[in-house]
């Protein structure tokens, strides 16, 4: 594999997982502002709920779903974390052995014992 190929990818991997995990996040806050809501709903009376929730400052508490979206979304970031591992250690060895036909001319020169550089030897 070329190496711009996998650091390219390992980039897609790194948009796709930060993606994930501020979905992740965003789920996670509505489950502490859940808990929230469900401890005011105890403290208030029922005309100011019924006020807050047609304000839609209170709000129908789905916590079920909203965990099950957290599970869904935490093995999700989970496996592209794990595919990111795997493309980061290929694109490390691919670093540490260049491809021929991916190297500049003149580290091939290099590669090869041939001086740097452009001028000949000096006979001193």
Known sequence: MRTIDLAVFADLLAGRASTLAARL?????????????????????EPAIARLEALGVLGPAAVRGLREEIAALSADLDAVESLQVWVEGRLFEAREEPERGDAPERELRLYRGA???RSPPSSS
């Open 25 to 45: 996040e965003r789920a996670r806050d509505a489950v502490r502002q859940a808990a929230i809501e469900r401890e005011a709903r105890r403290a208030l009376d």
């Open 115 to 117: 001086s740097a550089t």
